[in-house]
């Protein structure tokens, strides 16, 4: 939501500069990550030009995929727990969490942070210990990737073998073939 000629990118240029822009064009990420984690003001300003837009393409990728039949829809939401407007919406949460000095090395080393301004953006988060509790499941991420993946294919079979929401789907599939069958009969009597 955030790409050139997207609503948001608009917006989020005006309120910040174009000094927040790569070479590109396109939202140096890195640079307003720099404003948005000193100023909690700016971070605020920035969720509320994002997250309505962001909000509405979560939807439209949810009812896609639910369409299609997809047992399940897996949204990245780094901040789920931060803004709680989301949570109502969730059948489960997942968190996936390291331990914090674990934490703090990833980030220094993904995003080439300085400790300072990594500990600055895990301060801008809930504790670890409010998100557990939030959680309906959690999957350790301090070890190795094969432990990790042993959790996430554990949690996966889990909700794949889940039938929630199977009375939407044939609601929705008798209302479609419903609809279809009526504007059958409706053109077979135009044409007639």
């Known amino acids: 939501v955030v790409r050139p000629r997207c609503k948001a990118y608009g917006r989020i240029v005006r309120c910040f500069g174009t000094e927040i822009l790569s070479q590109n064009g396109e939202i140096n990420r890195k640079a307003l990550g720099n404003v948005i984690f ?8 920035l969720n509320s030009i994002t997250h309505p837009e962001i909000m509405k393409e979560m939807l439209k990728q949810i009812l896609k995929y639910f369409v299609r039949g997809y047992r399940y829809v897996i949204l990245d939401i780094p901040l789920l727990f931060e803004t709680k407007a989301l949570t109502k919406f969730m059948k489960y949460t ?21 400790r300072a301004q990594a500990e600055a953006r895990v301060a ?53 073939a419903t609809l279809a069958g009526l504007t059958f009969l409706f053109l077979q009597r135009l044409i007639s």
Not at 162 to 176: E, I, K, N, P, V
């Open 38 to 45: 000193s100023q909690p003001e700016k971070r605020q300003l």
């Open 94 to 114: 997942v968190l996936v969490y390291c331990d914090p000095p674990t934490q703090l090395s990833r980030l220094m080393r993904r995003n080439a942070l300085s």
């Open 124 to 176: 801008a988060q809930l504790p670890l210990d409010q998100k557990l509790e939030l959680a309906s499941h959690i999957i350790d991420n301090s070890g190795d990737r094969d432990s990790t993946r042993r959790q996430v294919l554990r949690l996966h079979a889990r909700l794949e073998g889940s039938r929630h929401f199977l009375w939407a789907r044939l609601a929705l599939g008798t209302a479609l």
